[in-house]
T-cell receptor, first 111, second 117 residues
């Protein structure tokens, strides 16, 4: 599976936008970019995913670089409940549903 | 979104005993479910892929005789930790793919905290 690189931790203030970066320089053409987040002592929660085009949903936006070697998860207005570990994961279409988690980014939201 | 449940949410057992953890997809069918393990302050590690009606596929380094997986129906997969030891204490999480969804959707259970004394 192609590898992703994320900062270990980031901080944000409540009600401000947050941009969480992810590098995936070895991404292949069939790799989807998925984002999940995990609150303490809970299972991961799906946030968003995309292939080539930018994506928006009620939780977040996903901005994908033109060369697809990086992407950014955007939380438009951070709340205290957004404090979690955010995982950027590449899913290869040929490997079916397997998700391989990296270390993720611990997001701290300050009140 | 769809819901995946796990039972029990936490369990304490004595060393040498076996523990069964259930994973259910509540409102969708899943021919494929996944089992992960997570140690404190670490990421999730995929242990195995559970396939309905066939044998599970284990990741490298995971002992299949120790972690028995059964996927007997389209909504239930079980993980049995046999002859548990304190080093098996961990947070076990399952996930299931909603294969009926138009877009790719994989949902995670809330996790089971296993403590072996």
């Amino acid at each position: 599976d192609a590898k992703t690189t994320q900062p270990n931790s980031m901080e944000s203030n409540e009600e401000e936008p947050v941009h969480l970066p992810c590098n995936h320089s070895t991404i292949s053409g069939t790799d989807y970019i998925h984002w999940y987040r995990q609150l303490p002592s809970q299972g991961p929660e799906y946030v968003i995913h995309g292939l080539t085009s930018n994506v928006n949903n009620r939780m977040a936006s996903l901005a994908i670089a033109e060369d697809r070697k990086s992407s950014t998860l955007i939380l438009h207005r951070a709340t205290l409940r957004d404090a979690a570990v955010y995982y950027c994961i590449l899913r290869r279409e040929t490997s079916g549903s397997r998700l391989t988690f990296g270390e993720g980014t611990q997001l701290t939201v300050n009140p | 979104g769809a819901v995946v449940s796990q039972h029990p949410s936490r369990v304490i057992c004595k060393s040498g005993t076996s523990v069964k953890i259930e994973c259910r997809s509540l409102d969708f069918q899943a021919t494929t479910m996944f089992w992960y393990r997570q140690f404190p302050k670490q990421s999730l590690m995929l242990m195995a892929t559970s396939n309905e009606g066939s044998k599970a596929t284990y990741e490298q380094g995971v002992e299949k005789d120790k972690f028995l997986i059964n996927h007997a129906s389209l909504t239930l997969s079980t993980l049995t930790v046999t002859s548990a030891h304190p080093e098996d204490s961990s947070f076990y999480i399952c996930s299931a793919r909603d294969e009926g969804a138009f877009e790719y959707e994989q949902y995670f259970g809330p996790g089971t905290r296993l403590t072996v004394t």
